[in-house]
C-alpha cells in the first residue's frame, strides 16, 4: 500500500514539530514525491544527518511505502 502526501507529512510533523513541510507527488501514483523540509533541528547537521533525521520520522516506510522520495532540507535562515 502506498504512502500519502497527509502520511508522509504526519510522520516527519511528529518527530519534527517545528518544521515547515511541502510535499509534492512526483508521479501521481503515491509512490514518488519530493518533500522541502526546514526545520531547527537540522540547525549544524551535515545534510546526511538532516535526511536520516528525516527517514527516521517515516518509521520505516521508506523502500517499503514509499518508493522515492527526492529530499530537500535546510535550517531557517537566522
Known sequence: ???TAAEIERLIREALPDAVIDI???A???DHYA???ISAAFKGKT???QHQMVYA???GGMGNELHALALQT???ED
Open 47 to 49: 545534510r546526511v544527518q
Open 57 to 59: 520520522a517515516l518509521k
Open 35 to 37: 518533500a522541502n523540509v
Open 74 to 76: 535546510s535550517a531557517p
Open 28 to 30: 501521481g501514483d503515491g
Open 24 to 26: 509534492r507527488d512526483l
Open 1 to 3: 500500500m502506498a504512502m
